[in-house]
């Protein structure tokens, strides 16, 4: 029939596939772009803690997995993506 299915993507989903690409690439996710989408920040306290691990880095707005990040991003992106 040709017909286009088109789907809203809510805020919360919008900010959850920002948060799944951004860390895939070199350049990471800005913070304040993730809370602009979601409404809310991400969590300081996962963030630190997987700082503290080596398995990302902040710098300034700028959250990066590192390379030892990128072998579990997808554990990484689990822990941060909020309910």
């Known amino acids: ?3 286009k299915l088109c789907q809203e993507i809510s805020t919360k989903d919008q900010a ?3 948060l799944m690409m951004a860390l895939r690439t070199c350049n990471g996710l ?3 772009r993730y809370e602009r989408l979601r409404g ?3 969590p300081k ?3 630190a803690e997987l700082a503290d691990l080596g398995l990302v880095d902040v ?3 700028t959250l990066r997995a590192t390379s030892s ?3 579990v991003l997808n554990s990484i992106i689990k822990e941060l993506l909020l309910p």
Do not use: C
């Open 59 to 61: 710098d300034g707005n």
């Open 45 to 47: 306290v996962k963030i």
């Open 69 to 71: 990040g990128r072998a």
């Open 16 to 18: 959850n596939e920002y």
């Open 1 to 3: 029939t040709g017909e």
């Open 30 to 32: 800005e913070q304040s």
């Open 40 to 42: 809310r920040p991400l």
